[in-house]
């Protein structure tokens, strides 16, 4: 399967412990986006990267969240001292690199706080 | 204003109805639109790119108008597995460096 990549499936966590989000991006893909995304709403964006160098992130993106692209090849969503509103589905897309070319979605992963 | 806009439905509609979507962007510099469609729990996906000229996949018509900012998205001859929430998407304009901006879908349940 050639397709965007994540790990885990589902987290489920109790508040304050920090988590860890993996995506592996479409390979030749050098566009990597993270949203977020609550029961109703549409996929609210988080940040982008292109190739390793992370050019925007949403006022959504507390700093308890950080996200990295080291290689510029797979991507890790970060959370710290996790609180009950951070439960949500975490999408991770990818694109090649034009503003005007769709993303491809993953699987997602889907973080439960208790 | 919110910057992508649809009617949540849900929209409950017979096998082989045709139903139409619509949606409203804010930003007049958008220069690029999609529809995705989401099903329960799983990714979004891409179902098509909408052009400025209209364009046509089989049983699904996307058209836009600039001028009134305004997307559609038409389901001819509805089937059951075209149940699913749709999402508009709208980019924004160059040199923003965000991308994509989605409305918070319409629901759809085609009906045996």
């Known amino acids: 399967d050639t397709g965007v990549s994540q790990d885990p499936r589902h987290k489920i966590t109790k508040r304050g412990q920090n988590v860890t989000f993996r995506c592996d991006p479409i390979?030749?893909?050098?566009?990597l986006y993270w949203y977020r995304q609550t029961l109703g709403q549409g996929p609210e964006f988080l940040t982008y990267?292109?190739?390793?160098?992370?050019?925007?992130k949403s006022r959504l993106l507390s700093d308890r969240f950080s996200a990295e692209r080291p290689k510029g090849s797979f991507s890790t969503l970060e959370i710290q001292r996790t609180e009950q509103g951070d439960s949500a589905m975490y999408l991770c897309?990818?694109?090649?690199?034009?503003?005007?070319?769709?993303?491809?979605f993953g699987d997602g992963t889907r973080l439960s706080i208790l | 204003r919110k910057e992508v806009e649809q009617d949540p439905g849900p929209f409950n509609v017979p096998e082989g109805a045709t139903v139409a979507f619509n949606c409203t962007y804010s930003?007049?510099?958008?220069?690029?639109f999609f529809w995705y469609r989401q099903d329960c729990r799983k990714e979004p996906k891409l179902l098509m790119s909408?052009?400025?000229s209209g364009n046509e996949d089989g049983r699904f018509t996307a058209q836009l108008n600039r001028a009134s900012q305004y997307i559609s998205l038409l389901i001819r001859d509805s089937k059951l597995s075209d149940s699913a929430t749709y999402l508009c998407?709208?980019?924004?304009?160059?040199?923003?460096?965000?991308?994509?901006?989605f409305g918070s879908g319409t629901q759809l349940t085609v009906l045996p």
């Open positions: 909408v052009y400025s």
């Open positions: 897309a990818s694109s090649l690199d034009s503003g005007t070319q769709p993303q491809h």
């Open positions: 998407v709208v980019n924004q304009p160059s040199g923003s460096a965000r991308q994509l901006t």
């Open positions: 390979s030749e893909h050098n566009r």
């Open positions: 930003n007049s510099a958008s220069q690029s």
């Open positions: 990267f292109q190739n390793e160098a992370q050019l925007e």
